[in-house]
């Protein structure tokens, strides 16, 4: 693994640890949906990273899906907000 590789797998290592402590200790759902909606592009940006240093497309899927799950996760967390503060007014 190349010394670039390395580097951005720290990096990126240690935003998703802040992400996860974010996850468990964030006081509202909204806190937590924003953690993890980051959690979800740092993963993307490691796959993408990867893909661009080894010189392949092979998990092009595969960040599609994780593309389409942070979107679909990001819309049920709004609905749910939305209609939990329409039934509390």
Avoid: K, Q, W
């Amino acid at each position: 693994m190349s010394p670039l590789m390395v580097t951005i797998l720290v990096v990126f290592a240690v935003a998703a640890l802040l992400c996860v402590v974010r996850i468990v200790s964030g006081p509202s759902i909204l806190d937590r949906a924003v953690a993890s909606d980051v959690l979800l592009t740092l993963v993307m940006c490691v796959l993408g990273a990867e893909m661009a240093i080894n010189g392949h497309t092979r998990n092009v899927p595969v960040l599609l899906i994780i593309a389409a799950v942070g979107v679909f996760g990001s819309i049920a967390v709004a609905r749910y907000v939305a209609r939990r503060d329409n039934t509390t007014s």
